[in-house]
């Protein structure tokens, strides 16, 4: 396990400099620069800004000189707030975005998966069809507005929680529920899917006629193999959640990374644009990684290689 | 400054107000949350409060010298931290700040500002005339790509020198009426060569080494949350500024409009702007109207004419597409009535506005027709066909068409629309690649002088409408070296009576925005608040509540 743990990581260093050198390529091809802005800006000052942010130089050096630097974890200066450096800025929001993605995560996890084996366990009943209204309304209304309903519904109406800001606790709340209850509606489809799939097997007929209680059923039969494709889609969940957070973040206004992406695009900050990119990858492909070597803990049949 | 056309704001129309319409899923709410505990409405101190002033989101930098026109919001920060040597009053009159007077020289060349001797900065230490020529030489260095420098690049200046450490003279190569308008803007700050070089690319971004001589001081900054301002202790009343009457301040920085506006709803802050989309539910609403006040700024919106494309290149063809516009109901159809309808270019506020300019170009249906059959185009038969370019965006979309119809309405002509993406729209403007399109000036500082020569000179850096006019140019110049306010104005005054003449652009209105002020907050405002409230955050008052 270990040696495949370490194949794994070397691989994320090919990953990450494929997608960093497709930024790079999208990011310099798409039209506007930095210094495009309402207000027109001297040649002068172009060309000491240029000089500044290494733009003088040719792409291919430019691109050495940033992944250089990047390795040794500088991230380059900010072209728009120019008094922090990007690895800065980037380390100041990711915690924020980090908290949101992991109890957005677990919000998920907490609903989606009892609620999928409820439904499942109890087919065709009242409760399976609220299951599944639930996952199907929350799968498609999209977080922006979900975001405001909330926002109408808790915070303007009942006054139960603010309706924007960071940092306490009951700001948490509605971001969370926004961006976890979509990915809940996920998890309680595929989970009522795969247990009603495992349930029809052969070997779940047979454990039944032996006259196994149904609680020890479900629990030592069923689970374990419904779970291998929840746990399946638990990386791209989480890397949704990471991702998605980026209109979240914008909703309730949260001092995370989305944002500084966004930002970074509109305002052709190539290094936070970079930074950012970077940062989403290295932590999509290390979830990737987690749940590759979950599979063994719930699936003895497979191997690592 | 050129005002923003892109909906920034509205990217989620949401209309926060008819909130009663849901009511129903309120109360099932209700039975799911038993334990409704209200979050609003609890200040944690009666003279603290909060404020969206930042409604760009996180200030690219908060260096004076170096804050961006494009993002001036961040401004709003700056002008409490710093004080320039004048700061301009609530009637927009430059007033002794930092400086307690200062003498021109007859031929107007040379501006001696003399200190006061009590001016403190945060950390203790005097404010002197060394710190100010340091500033201004640093803002004026090529290398420090200062962005707002153009304006004390264009006043001329030649040098600038601290005689002691009290007195401070600036020199210009001609006399230039607006210079104490530019040395109260807050560009021209004074800063500490020793804070400044002791971290060059970080001691504006750290609080602690954020030492400023204006009344607050940045007490905590979140990035891409808030910055919050306390009052600067070092800092003595002094002529007609007081010491600030708030204990805290928190600056936030939402960039949703509609957030900001749910926020202030909720009880999160103390006044708001509302959003287009709401100026009729909140004018309407018996609980919000009360709370309303219409704020209008000096900044023009008109509709900027290509003098150079057929057939508007004839100027009858511009007079009559102006008087087919009813400005009166074109402000209640497109702003719920909060902008003011305008026919000269210079704003109520401003130094020269005249209120009776312009009637001229006031709506005359019958004399617009009889304009445009005078120039070979009765009822609009071969009208050439123009473009109205705008960039994307409903409200854009919304005037373009409204502007169209009625041209359409009054005098036949057919204009077709053009939408495009807002960098496409800047292009088009820059190369004059349009027929009409929108335009409109927002004072840089109270003077004349900011309106005539970079906007409509023959050599302006904004004269997007090929208009060129050596008269007016000449007229201009000699107002703009004049060295009284009232001898400029004379000229300033041919110069707009000439702009009525030859109709480079048609003036619509006067923006005005809608504040939502708790009752309990007294605002003092003034015509050139980038965010109402921000220019003088010192004057605020919170009563008991």
Redesign the interface.
């Known amino acids: 396990v270990t040696r495949f743990i370490i194949r794994r990581i070397l691989w994320l260093v090919p990953v990450l400099l494929f997608v960093s050198l497709i930024t790079f390529t999208l990011m310099h091809l798409t039209?506007?620069g930095p210094w495009?802005?309402?207000?027109?800006?001297?040649s002068?000052?172009v060309a000491?800004?240029n000089a500044r942010y290494n733009l003088d130089k040719p792409a291919w050096q430019q691109y050495v000189l940033y992944m250089s630097n990047a390795l040794r974890g500088d991230l380059g200066?900010s072209y728009?707030?120019?008094?922090?450096s990007v690895t800065q800025?980037i380390l100041?929001?990711l915690p924020n975005t980090a908290t949101l993605g992991l109890l957005a995560a677990a919000l998920a996890m907490l609903v989606g998966i009892p609620l999928g084996i409820i439904a499942a366990t109890r087919q065709n009943s009242t409760l399976d069809y609220a299951a599944l209204g639930f996952g199907t309304v929350f799968a498609s209304v999209p977080s922006?507005v979900l975001g405001?309903v909330f926002?109408?519904?808790?915070?303007?109406?009942?006054?139960?929680?603010?309706?924007?800001?960071?940092?306490r606790p009951?700001n948490y709340v509605l971001p969370v529920l926004t961006l976890g209850l979509n990915q809940a509606a996920l998890l309680t489809r595929i989970t009522r899917a795969s247990v009603l799939d495992v349930s029809r097997q052969d070997f779940m007929r047979t454990a039944r006629a032996k006259g196994l209680r149904e609680f020890l059923l479900i629990r030592r039969h069923m689970l374990k193999n419904a779970l291998i494709p929840v746990v399946t889609v638990m990386g791209p969940v989480v890397a949704l959640l990471l991702v998605g957070s980026v209109i979240v973040e914008?909703?309730?206004?949260?001092?995370?990374i989305g944002?500084?992406l966004v930002?970074g695009i509109s305002q052709r900050d190539y290094s936070l644009i970079m930074g950012t990119t970077l940062v989403y990858a290295f932590v999509i492909a290390g979830l990737n990684l987690v749940v590759d070597v979950l599979y063994g803990f719930i699936d003895p049949r497979i191997t690592y290689r | 400054l050129?005002p923003?056309f892109q909906n920034l704001f509205s990217k989620?129309g949401?209309r926060?107000v008819y909130?009663a319409r849901?009511?129903p899923?309120?109360v099932a709410?209700?039975l799911v949350?038993p334990a409704?505990?209200?979050?609003?409405a609890q200040s944690a101190s009666a003279r603290e409060v909060t404020v969206n002033f930042l409604n760009q989101?996180?200030p690219?930098?908060?260096?004076p010298n170096?804050t961006?026109?494009?993002f001036a919001a961040e401004a709003g920060v700056v002008r409490q931290v710093f004080e320039p040597l004048l700061r301009f009053d609530e009637h927009l009159v430059p007033q002794p700040a930092a400086a307690e007077s200062y003498d021109v020289s007859p031929d107007g060349t040379q501006y001696t500002f003399h200190l006061r001797a009590d001016g403190r900065w945060s950390d203790g230490q005097p404010v002197t005339a060394p710190q100010f020529e340091y500033s201004w030489r640093r803002l004026l260095d090529?290398?420090l790509?200062a962005?707002y420098a153009t304006f004390f690049v264009s006043a001329g200046i030649d040098s600038v020198t601290a005689v002691d450490d009290l007195t401070f003279v600036v020199r210009l190569a001609e006399p230039f009426g607006p210079l104490p308008d530019i040395a109260a803007l807050w560009v021209g700050s004074p800063l500490r060569p020793d804070v400044v070089n002791a971290n060059v690319?970080?001691?504006?971004?750290d609080p602690a080494t954020y030492v400023g001589n204006g009344p607050f001081m940045v007490s905590e900054w979140?990035?891409?949350?808030h910055i919050a301002l306390v009052p600067n202790p070092a800092y003595v009343a002094h002529g007609v500024w007081p010491v600030p009457s708030l204990t805290r301040v928190i600056v936030?920085?939402?960039?949703?409009a509609?957030?900001d506006y749910?926020?202030f709803?909720?009880?999160?802050r103390d006044w708001a702007l509302v959003p287009d989309a709401e100026l009729n539910a909140v004018l309407n609403d018996a609980d919000l109207s009360p709370l309303a006040q219409p704020v209008t700024d000096l900044t023009t919106f008109w509709i900027q004419l290509n003098t150079v494309h057929q057939p508007l290149n004839n100027t009858i063809v511009r007079r009559a597409l102006a008087k087919a516009l009813d400005r009166r109901a074109l402000v209640r159809d497109l702003t719920a009535g909060v902008a003011a309808p305008t026919l000269s270019v210079l704003p109520p506020g401003m130094p020269g506005h005249q209120d009776a300019l312009g009637a001229e170009l006031d709506f005359d249906p019958e004399g617009a027709r009889t304009l445009l059959a005078q120039a070979g185009f009765a009822r609009g038969r071969g009208f050439p066909k123009l473009a109205f370019a705008y960039p994307n965006g409903a409200v854009n979309q919304r005037r373009a068409e409204y502007f169209v119809a009625r041209w359409r309405e009054v005098l036949g002509v057919d204009i077709g629309l053009s939408a495009m993406p807002n960098?496409a729209y800047?292009q088009a403007l820059?190369e004059r690649a349009y027929d009409i399109a929108f335009g409109g000036w927002a004072a840089d500082y109270p003077d004349p002088q900011d309106w005539f020569a970079p906007v409509f000179g023959c050599q302006g850096?904004y004269n997007y409408y090929a208009y060129c006019s050596p008269s007016f140019d000449q007229t201009v110049a000699r107002g703009d070296t004049a060295a009284a306010l009232a001898d400029r104005l004379v000229y300033y005054a041919q110069a707009s009576t000439q702009l009525v003449r030859d109709v480079p652009v048609i003036p619509v209105w006067v923006r005005g925005r809608l504040l939502l002020v708790r009752p309990w907050v007294q605002l003092t405002l003034t015509a050139q608040d980038d965010f109402p409230g921000s220019y003088l955050l010192d004057r605020v008052v919170v009563m008991p509540h």
């Open positions: 039209p506007g495009d802005k309402d207000k027109p800006v001297s002068q000052a000491n800004l200066p728009t707030y120019q008094d922090r800025i100041g929001g922006f405001f926002i109408i519904l808790f915070a303007l109406t009942l006054h139960l929680v603010p309706t924007s800001g960071w940092g009951e914008q909703i309730f206004s949260i001092p995370g944002r500084l930002q | 050129e923003r989620y949401f926060l909130v849901l009511w899923l309120a709410a209700l949350l409704a505990r209200g979050v609003a989101g996180e690219d930098t908060l260096d170096r961006t026109s494009a090529p290398a790509n962005e690319d970080g001691w504006a971004a979140v990035h891409q949350d936030r920085m939402q960039t949703s509609q957030a749910a926020a709803l909720s009880g999160d960098a800047q820059h850096a």
